[in-house]
T-cell receptor, first 111, second 114 residues
Framework: GQQLNQSPQSMFIQEGEDVSMNCTSS?????WLWYKQDPGEGPVLLIA?????ELTSNGRLTAQFGITRKDSFLNISASIPSDVGIYFC???????????FGTGTSLTVIP | NAGVTQTPKFRVLKTGQSMTLLCAQD?????MYWYRQDPGMGLRLIHY???????AKGEVPDGYNVSRLKKQNFLLGLESAAPSQTSVYFC?????????????FGDGTRLSIL
């Protein structure tokens, strides 16, 4: 299957700091999604990206579809305690019905 | 507005037992998916369905079967459970507009095989 490398694996930051994480693939993707998962719950969609170079915001979150189509980035500005959770990227190649998920970035925000 | 509902939420099985996990959706979504989530491995697709009466294999289909007899339900079966199938199972759905549409997830079924 497709390999998605997500980094960093974990982050410990102070409240108010900005956060950056990224996801890279070995092949070209048509769609990138970013999800957040809280303990004991399913992933919840944060941002969807459909075009190379696209930059989309959702409140304090901003995600970008890399120009090479092989990567995507998520930034969180001015982090707050409720940002704690695991963030997953997911990408879909041009053919097929399947999304491939990264291994997740665990975010801890220290008040 | 329930969205995606998974039943049961928790289950413990003995090796060799069988069981069925149920996913029910009330969003009239065409596409439905079953994933498993294991520590450090993210979500891996087991099987999926692009519409009522259809199913297809994902990345890790071995040891599982699925059925989509009704549009709103997608069942995942384990015929003979093995300890390697201990995992958290998530169901997801996506709209009719296309498989590239974002998937909506249930809250998961935590399954332990002893």
């Amino acid at each position: 299957g497709q390999q998605l490398n997500q980094s960093p694996q974990s982050m410990f930051i102070q409240e108010g700091e900005d956060v950056s994480m990224n996801c890279t693939s070995s092949s070209i993707f048509n769609t990138w999604l970013w999800y957040k998962q809280d303990p004991g719950e399913g992933p919840v969609l944060l941002i969807a990206l459909y075009k190379a170079g696209e930059l989309t915001s959702n409140g304090r979150l901003t995600a970008q579809f890399g120009i090479t189509r092989k990567d995507s980035f998520l930034n969180i500005s001015a982090s707050i305690p409720s940002d704690v959770g695991i963030y997953f990227c997911a990408g879909q190649p041009f053919t097929g019905n399947q999304f491939y998920f990264g291994t997740g970035t665990s975010l801890t925000v220290i008040p | 507005n329930a969205g995606v509902t998974q039943t049961p939420k928790f289950r413990v099985l003995k090796t060799g037992q069988s069981m069925t996990l149920l996913c029910a959706q009330d969003m009239n979504h065409e596409y439905m998916y079953w994933y498993r989530q294991d520590p450090g491995m993210g979500l891996r697709l087991i099987h999926y369905s692009v519409g009522e009466g259809t199913t297809a294999k994902g990345e890790v289909p071995d040891g599982y079967n699925v059925s989509r007899l009704k549009k709103q339900n997608f069942l995942l079966g384990l015929e003979s459970a093995a300890p390697s199938q201990t995992s958290v199972y998530f169901c997801a759905t996506a709209s009719l507009r296309g498989p590239d549409q974002p998937q909506h997830f249930g809250d998961g079924t935590r399954l332990s095989i002893l």
